[in-house]
């Protein structure tokens, strides 16, 4: 059986970004004292093993005072349930509330994490022929998610600015030129992985302006939008023609154990039997083939993070927020205290787990082993961010899982590697 | 946007078994006080809400136990995790104890239930040309997958005694003569749904050659198995040629509400680097581009069962091994009692939610909604079960959600329906 599947899985499973995550992993594995700037988990600081029950109980009390019988909290939380979900109500407030989001509740499917709500929207999206558009570099998971279901990316090279909405038009046609379909556009317009950067406003209103012109969907990722100093209004607040997907997660705003993310697709559709539906009524379909529905236990547990905050992360996340700024600020500052000139420069993102260092040095895996071992810390190289080849000279540097004295210790490990190596 | 997506979606996202599935749930929903013997969830009765937040407190204890730290207890249900879960050990276990299924722990990969397991199975070993055979009718689970996946299907059809070993090898040789490869065989061996039939023991071990001679790998599904009168050898555990990957389920002998499931890949394989691993490990990558982990808070509870339980499902579920082979017997009693001669014949399974009733009416969707409408009863056409065609004169019985009085008067106004009908 070695033999029958050895060719099989290579080429296919094995994936280039799988293969780094991987090395990455074992790296931190080998040397388990080394300081990680790599990992972007959300700092755990926060969390109290007890809260996860609490709010189930939370969720399940708050059922009972909506008037709902024993029997049916019951089944809410131990059978199977609504393929889209049940927290769905509380997660459109939480949108409308935070983010000016307004959308019927049924326009929301909650989701096994984010990943699963790419998968499905790729899946329910994409024809063969059609192409993703991707600022680049790009976070991993929708490269991923696309690999999975064989969609070629298109990457959109990123400024100091973020995406450049001319270059998505330029991209688009190129795409269009060969004869495929650019069907939409994935980024993180809010401190994005890897590289921090923030759309600013006028780009948005332009951005939607190219997706109206170019035929295009967004997808709008926002897992760090609570994080930063100026909250920028979202895309899909700013979405008067339904162009736009936005895609949430509740692992930094809450945290990452139940695994709970949600699509947005207020788009109206016609189903098979004709009928006007939503999008994320029709996704749903591909929902159930995928997961059935998402765990319903999960689902309680952040429904009672919802109840408990009056359904407004921002203000249930407002010591994690300090937190985050504070990171950052540390990070950027000791940047600045221990890199000597010439041998670093860095991008000042305005928020989020990110920043991005670019050397002269060569910031491949073999750096980065030499930095685990003899140096004592972790990090990212970007290359891993650029499917097609980038990146060799920068790296990722996460604010995100540290203490600040950890954080800053990690970066004068880093600055003495770097000096060392210019 | 209404142009823009109506023809996209169709004939893509939506598909003919789950446009059935939803036509059987707008039924429950239109009628009702309908009893449904259409309903293939488990039976609520044995549930209380507050036993989640026990389950959860089991396995934190647990982990206490053993003498791990507040700290990475915290880290273990509220942090991300590892790809393939944290009670691979436990379901390990409980395989040895229960099924005298012996596999390293690392050859199990925890799932987001086993719809996810399947989705993983096929994503990681099918390649374009591949073929999946499966039993007919067929669970619409795994059709779902190959779906979502673009992965043709060749049916098997099933005789009373389930799968014919040399009706697979027949079907793998026509599926090789169109040039394509038949890569694997699906099946539920242990009272499959929906036909309820249980695979002879002669017939598994017949099944796992003809694997060997045809180059077939085996995805047993065992959703059913515990509810049986007369436990079968799993194929897992008669599998000396690493043929069959297990698929499993904590629906039925939980709860559904955790969503957690897994699959045992044991299989040696060669990675990308050369090194010998599980194929477990290697679908890992499938699963971080879908669902990144299962849901930490949702492993902690099925944990704090198999923990509670000494990791025996079989002895944990007494009570319920007890009430659905009371269930099944009722009605297979209930329709000897209601059902005139000629009016309808049926199997007669050893185990299981499901039995299949024939009867010369033909038993469609207009029959179906007179039928709720105006006998008050749901039931499922076996027709749902076949993709190509087939099953227009069964239903499918399912008895595991009612209490046995309710089951006796379903099976009442169904007798009526079709002694009308006739």
């Given at each position: 059986v070695v033999d029958l599947l050895r060719e099989e899985l290579h080429g296919s499973v094995t994936d280039p970004v799988a293969a780094s995550m991987n090395f990455l992993n074992e790296i931190a594995g080998r040397y388990p004292d080394a300081i990680s700037l790599a990992a972007g988990r959300p700092y755990e600081g926060f969390y109290r093993t007890e809260d996860v029950g609490r709010y189930l109980d939370v969720y399940t009390g708050y059922l009972r005072q909506q008037g709902i019988g024993e029997e049916r909290v019951r089944r809410t939380v131990m059978q199977y349930g609504r393929t889209n979900g049940f927290i769905h109500d509380l997660v459109a407030r939480m949108l409308a509330v935070d983010e000016g989001i307004h959308v019927p509740a049924d326009a929301v499917a909650v989701t096994t994490g984010c990943q699963e709500a790419m998968v499905i929207t790729l899946r329910g999206l994409f024809r063969p022929g059609d192409v993703l558009l991707a600022a680049?570099?790009?976070?991993?998971g929708i490269t991923g998610a696309a690999r999975i279901l064989d969609i070629p990316v298109a990457p959109v090279p990123e400024g100091p600015d973020g995406l450049d909405p001319a270059e998505v038009a330029r991209v688009a046609a190129r795409v269009r030129a060969t004869?495929?379909?650019?069907r939409a556009l994935y980024l993180v317009p809010d401190f994005a992985n890897p590289t921090g950067s923030q759309l600013p406003v006028p780009r948005r209103h332009q951005l939607l302006r190219v997706a109206r012109d170019e035929d295009l969907l967004i997808l709008e990722d926002d897992p760090y939008g609570l994080f930063g100093v100026t909250p920028h209004p979202k895309l899909k607040a700013l979405d008067t023609d339904q162009r736009v997907i936005y895609l949430g997660s509740f692992a930094k705003s809450c945290f990452p154990g139940p695994r709970v993310g949600f699509l947005v697709a207020d788009q109206a559709v016609v189903d098979a039997a004709g009928r006007r539906t939503l999008l994320a009524h029709e996704l749903s379909t591909v929902k159930s083939m995928l997961t059935v529905n998402t765990s319903a236990v999960a689902q309680a547990v952040i429904g009672g993070v919802l109840v408990e905050s009056g359904c407004s992360l921002r203000a249930a996340n407002r010591d994690k927020i300090a937190f985050y700024r504070r990171n950052l600020s540390g990070l950027l500052a000791a940047l600045g205290r221990y890199l000597p000139a010439g041998v670093a420069s860095w991008n000042v993102p305005a928020g989020g787990f990110f920043a991005v260092l670019s050397t002269?040095?060569?910031?491949?895996v073999e750096l980065l082993t030499t930095s685990a071992r003899e140096y004592g810390v972790i990090w990212t190289p970007m290359s891993f961010f650029y499917p097609d080849g980038g990146g060799e000279h920068a790296i990722r540097l996460s604010?995100?899982?540290?203490?600040p004295d950890d954080l800053d210790e990690a970066v004068r490990r880093l600055a003495k590697l770097l000096t060392a190596m210019s």
């Open positions: 680049a570099p790009c976070y991993v004869g495929a379909r650019p002269p040095v060569r910031a491949d604010c995100s899982s540290l203490t």
